[in-house]
């Protein structure tokens, strides 16, 4: 069984979409509509702004949804049993599966990369990569580093990969501190904000009005989710789940091995670059990974 996966920020470049827009009148039609709905020229931005620019959240955001959904819906669901997403791509896997409307998923991904920026200038905070360390020394590090604050593990990429966000003092310390529980490496990211921490609580009311100004509809198709890792299709519980996943840790390496116990024995990474493929590489060997970023990869599948 295949499984869709959709990359969440960091997988953005310079030029992403150009090509798919230009070839594909019906990707076109779905960025020029984003255009007119973001009231801006989001694909200016993906594809000839700078780089500066398109870090910058609330462009960021938006940018890696809308190439991943318009690569995701020339392709189709065709043969594909479940989707997810790391993060933002959470809200490409929920659209990709008709729970939420490609209109409203702009809208709400837009919104959501905008609240997320300015929780990060009301609380400022930080992230950090953490590197070979054992599983079981996390939970003393961060107690240690919570002697300076709020920290907790952000993102569960893969096995040995573990993301740390929070304030920057107790993050600082953190990194310090990893050589000596066993990481092999430690490095501070450069981030907008502490994202997937308590440090974006200022933006989680604002999200839950957003989000219920939409419809969510049941899932066509399973989203395993983040704050779970579980395979979801319930409506409620899908709202509940992106609430609950701005504060909450990504549990990617659990959900890929739960959908993996689920029966997928493929993944293809739909959106830009090929950062998933090499988490789920190092999550489970024994699957098979794909990636489809370029036109050039939707000819070759089609």
């Known amino acids: 069984m295949k499984a869709f996966v959709f990359p969440g920020q960091g997988s953005q470049y310079c030029g992403m979409g150009r090509d798919i827009f230009t070839l594909f009148p019906s990707a076109r039609a779905m960025m020029e509509r984003a255009n007119e709905i973001l009231g801006y020229s989001i694909t200016d931005i993906m594809f000839s702004g700078s780089e500066d620019v398109l870090r910058q959240t609330k462009y960021t955001q938006p940018a890696i949804f809308l190439q991943s959904i318009a690569a995701a819906t020339l392709i189709g669901r065709n043969g594909v049993a479940m989707t997810a997403g790391h993060s933002l791509g959470e809200y490409s896997a929920l659209c990709f599966a008709g729970s939420i409307t490609f209109d409203d998923a702009i809208r709400i991904v837009a919104k959501r990369g905008e609240l997320m920026q300015n929780a990060g200038q009301q609380n400022p905070g930080t992230m950090a990569a953490i590197i070979g360390m054992p599983d079981s020394a996390l939970e003393g590090l961060l107690e240690e580093a919570r002697s300076e604050g709020i920290v907790q593990a952000a993102n569960f990429n893969s096995p040995g990969q573990i993301v740390l966000s929070g304030d920057i003092a107790a993050v600082k310390k953190a990194v310090a501190l990893a050589p000596s529980k066993g990481a092999r490496m430690a490095k501070e990211l450069v981030v907008s904000g502490a994202f997937h921490s308590p440090l974006m609580k200022p933006a989680e009311k604002e999200l839950a009005a957003a989000l219920d100004r939409i419809e969510i509809k049941d899932a066509e198709i399973p989203v395993c989710m983040n704050a779970v890792a579980r395979p979801v299709n319930n409506a409620a519980e899908i709202r509940h789940n992106l609430i609950l996943q701005l504060t909450s840790s990504v549990l990617w390496q659990q959900s890929i091995e739960a959908m993996v116990q689920s029966g997928i024995t493929e993944f293809i990474e739909v959106g830009p ?28 599948l089609a």
């Open 273 to 300: 670059q090929k950062v998933l493929q090499g988490l789920i590489k190092r999550i489970d060997k024994s699957v098979k990974i794909g990636g489809i970023d370029t036109a050039v990869d939707i000819q070759a």
